[in-house]
């Protein structure tokens, strides 16, 4: 045993708590070796999860492990079994066709994270796939998921990248790659779909104790203390969860592109990064998914595909709980999903007063509704404008410009090049709203100054536009330079700040940006 091998999870507890569940839950599967292997990247603040630095892991044996040429001897690789529905059609068997949990690790904080590779190689459920995952997707992926925690969003996690000489085709043929995810749990819907389909109720009471013991334990104590059924207060959980991971996703603008049951986490994580998108201009109908003709997962439909999901959800649970009882737990939904976002957008515009009164509340909610109609009839770019907009509260000429008829727009474009690109074409109809915000803003008072530090902290300055991932993707492919992947991922990793080094990244997209068409094919 060499040096490197003792720093690799010898001495932290690495167990596999999925694997006590059994054989019916999924398949022993090793993974198969990939070609020249090559460790691209490490995500130092993921590695820090693990209780390590980044130049800790950066050595031939991690590398080694990362991508599946070798396990640790208290390792037991498996693929997981599940179902689910996809675009709306149940399709009964499922399961890891190319990803497989190693197992997990207790840390220094008593976290456990489970560590699956994606991309290792084919498993009892790829189907027709071939087992693997190409670089172009797992850097989307990579990116994508530490984008999202960056912006505070709950998400699985990447640790590490790899990439190999293996040829994997797709429309063409591109390199294999594997990247290590970690979550605390990687289950989702369709893994109660798979049993409930089944009539295995057992199974599906077994996977629901197991999820509520290891990620829910409140909910046992609760129950215990009014002696409750335990089930429709896990369902609630889960409701709420989701409900509040989807209000996060629609005030950033993130469309995930493939919400399918299988797709969804039990804890709420964001989960799966295929063909996603960021909005770039306010667009309500927007479709990420170039597959998705029909749009069911267009960018408005997300809140009510994921209540559509967790009804599936709950209809495997029914042998642990009445009708009622779900449908009480799924109607948390709605009670946390539209006040959750509404707040979130209130704090996007710049109102944090937490006491209003209602009057001032609905005022304030009209004139937000209002401005997305008019972003949209104007296609303004979401990001660019909320960021700027706290520039407007902060210039006390800028507010007195607006109601004595001087364009309050041209009172923004003062503050940044960005806004001078014309955002609004139709620069009265902004003026006009402009005064009624300026006026609101009025009942709400707070220092400009500090009202801008707040803003500036819950609109990002940098989102993953899918423009920036292709240029990482590109010097990937054709030059093997992976130094656009770090820097991008320092700089998602804190997107409210400024870099003002990256600051190429805070305009509008590039014309040719328009031309990236992203589908499942990954
Ligand atoms: P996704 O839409 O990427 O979440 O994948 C849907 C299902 O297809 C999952 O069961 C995946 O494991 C499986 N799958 C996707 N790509 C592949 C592949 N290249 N090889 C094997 N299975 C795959
Ligand atoms: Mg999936």
């Known amino acids: 045993m060499n040096a490197a091998q003792k720093l690799l999870f010898q001495d932290q507890s690495f167990t596999n708590r999925f694997h006590t569940l059994g054989d019916d839950f999924y398949s022993h599967q090793m993974p198969t070796a990939l070609l020249n292997p090559q460790l691209i990247h490490i995500n130092p603040s993921v590695a820090k999860l693990l209780d390590h630095t980044a130049s800790e892991l950066n050595h031939d044996q991690f590398r080694d492990f990362a991508c599946g040429n070798m396990t640790l ?95 994997v085709f797709r429309e063409q043929p591109e390199s294999g790659a594997v990247i290590v995810r970690l979550a605390p749990s990687f289950i989702r819907f369709g893994s109660f779909e798979l049993f409930a389909s089944r009539g295995q109720n057992d199974q599906v009471k077994k996977l629901a104790d197991f999820v509520i013991s290891h990620y829910y334990p409140e909910i046992l104590e609760q129950a215990l203390e009014n002696n409750s059924n335990p089930y429709p207060l896990f369902l609630s959980e889960v409701v709420k969860k989701t409900a509040q991971m989807i209000a996060q996703w629609q005030s950033v603008g993130f469309s995930h592109g493939v919400m399918n049951t299988d797709n969804m986490s039990i804890l709420g994580l964001t989960l799966d990064y295929g063909p996603f998108g960021f909005l770039d201009n306010y667009q309500r109908d927007y479709i990420c998914n170039h597959s998705d003709h029909q749009g069911r997962y267009s960018f408005q439909n997300q809140p009510a595909i994921a209540y559509w999901n967790l009804a599936r959800l709950a209809e495997t649970l029914l042998s642990l709980m009445t009708i009622d009882e779900a449908n009480e737990a799924l109607s948390t939904y709605e009670s946390v999903f539209s006040p959750l976002y509404m707040d979130l957008m209130r704090e996007k515009s710049g109102f944090f007063e937490q006491h209003s009164d209602k009057t001032q509340l609905k005022d304030q909610e009209v004139l937000i509704l209002a401005l997305l109609n008019l972003m949209e009839k104007n296609q303004v770019d979401y990001t660019l404008f909320f960021r700027q907009l706290s520039n407007l509260n902060s210039n006390p000429a800028a507010s007195q410009s607006a109601p004595s008829g001087v364009s309050a727009s041209s009172a923004i474009q003062q503050n940044s090049p960005i806004m001078s690109r014309d955002l609004f074409l139709d620069r009265q109809a902004f003026d006009k709203w402009l005064v009624h915000y300026q006026q609101a803003l009025e009942k709400a008072p707070m220092a400009a100054e500090q009202r801008k530090q707040k803003m500036d902290k819950v609109n990002p300055k940098y989102i993953l536009r899918n423009y920036m991932a292709q240029i990482a993707i590109e010097k990937a492919t054709e030059h093997q330079d992976y130094s656009e992947i770090d820097q991008l991922l320092t700089l998602l990793q804190s997107p409210y700040d400024e870099h003002p080094e990256m600051s190429h990244y805070a305009g509008l997209p590039p014309e040719w940006a328009n031309k990236i068409s992203v589908s499942c094919s990954s």
Request: glycine fraction near 12%; proline fraction near 4%.
């Open 73 to 167: 001897q208290q390792s037991q690789p498996v693929a997981t079994i599940y179902a689910g529905h996809q675009f709306g059609h149940f399709v009964p068997q499922l399961g890891d066709g190319r990803a497989l949990l190693l197992g997990e690790i207790k840390n220094s904080r008593n976290e456990h994270w489970e560590i699956q590779l994606k991309g290792a190689g084919t498993t009892p459920y790829s189907r027709q796939g071939d087992g693997r995952a190409v670089l172009r997707s797992s850097i989307r992926e990579y990116l994508c998921s530490e984008a999202m925690y960056g912006l505070g969003i709950p998400t699985t996690r990447a640790l590490a990248m790899i990439n190999s000489e293996e040829e």
